[in-house]
């Protein structure tokens, strides 16, 4: 059983920053791909990021590539997501997830454990 918490989410001006982070529960952490997805009023959960295990492979969705990084540190059980040059579209409830398996998958379903979410506002 994986907890997951995340914070750091808030209101920022278009064109600023926030850095999000997501504790994790437990000792097997390092035993999880872990992702970040959002969630806009209105529409379908979306992936966002994932990085693997030990932070060898890091993949993004179009729509934040050279804007968004996620980094984990598998010594504090959290993972993060940095993300730069904010727009008003990226307006959203941002949630970390779990996946115990090795492939990679932007499928919300196929994710094993969820935060409870942070919202992030960007206003224009």
């Known amino acids: 059983q994986v907890q997951l918490v995340e914070s750091g989410g808030g209101l920022v001006q278009a064109g600023g920053s926030l850095r999000l982070s997501c504790a994790a529960s437990g000792r097997t952490f390092s035993s999880y791909a872990m992702g970040w997805f959002r969630q806009a009023p209105g529409k379908e959960r979306e992936f966002v990021a994932r990085?693997?295990?030990?932070?060898?492979?890091?993949y993004y969705t179009d729509a934040v590539k050279g804007r968004f990084t996620i980094s984990r540190d598998n010594t504090q059980n959290t993972v993060y997501l940095q993300m730069n040059s904010l727009k008003p579209e990226d307006t959203a409830v941002y949630y970390c997830?779990?996946?115990?398996?090795?492939?990679?998958?932007?499928?919300?379903?196929?994710?094993?454990?969820w935060g409870q979410g942070t919202q992030v506002t960007v206003s224009s």
């Open positions: 997830a779990a996946d115990r398996g090795m492939v990679l998958t932007r499928i919300p379903q196929r994710y094993d454990y």
């Open positions: 990085i693997s295990r030990r932070s060898g492979n890091r």
